[in-house]
Nanobody, 121 residues
Framework: EVPLVESGGGMVQPGGSLRLSCAAS????????MAWVRQAPGKGPEWVSTISTGGTTTYYADSVKGRFTISRDNAKNTLYLQMNSLKPEDTALYYCARATLRQGVPPRGFWGQGTQVTVSS
C-alpha cells in the first residue's frame, strides 16, 4: 500500500473536464500543504498547483491558472484537482504529493503512484 492514491484520470476531448482525487493515509493530512505534479511523456516533471493546510490559499502554474482548481477535504483526508477546459498539452501522468514549498516540484519520494490524463480528439 502507498500513502497517496490518485484516481479519476481518463481520456477526454479538448475542452472537456476531469476531477482527480487523492486519498491520503499514514500521516496527519491536515498538517501538510499538498500539491499536484504532472509529467508528460518524454518530459520532466511540472509543478501544477499547491494548497495550504486549511485550503485557504492556493497556488497555480501559469499554464493551468484559470482552468484548474485545487481543493481539499481534511475530514476525508482527500485532495482534489478539478480540471476544466482541458487541452492536449495537459496530457500527462498526474501525481498528488506532500508539498515542500508553495511552488515547485516536491521530491519524488513525496508523490503518489499517479493517474493518467489523456486529452485527445
Amino acid at each position: 500500500e502507498v500513502p497517496l492514491v490518485e484516481s479519476g484520470g481518463g481520456m477526454v476531448q479538448p475542452g472537456g473536464s476531469l476531477r482527480l482525487s487523492c486519498a491520503a493515509s499514514g500521516f496527519t493530512f491536515s498538517l501538510f500543504m499538498m500539491a499536484w505534479v504532472r509529467q508528460a511523456p518524454g518530459k520532466g516533471p511540472e509543478w501544477v498547483s499547491t494548497i495550504s493546510t486549511g485550503g485557504t490559499t492556493t497556488y497555480y502554474a501559469d499554464s493551468v491558472k484559470g482552468r484548474f482548481t485545487i481543493s481539499r477535504d481534511n475530514a476525508k483526508n482527500t485532495l482534489y484537482l478539478q480540471m476544466n477546459s482541458l487541452k492536449p498539452e495537459d496530457t500527462a501522468l498526474y501525481y498528488c504529493a506532500r508539498a515542500t514549498l508553495r511552488q515547485g516540484v516536491p521530491p519524488r519520494g513525496f508523490w503518489g503512484q499517479g493517474t493518467q490524463v489523456t486529452v485527445s480528439s
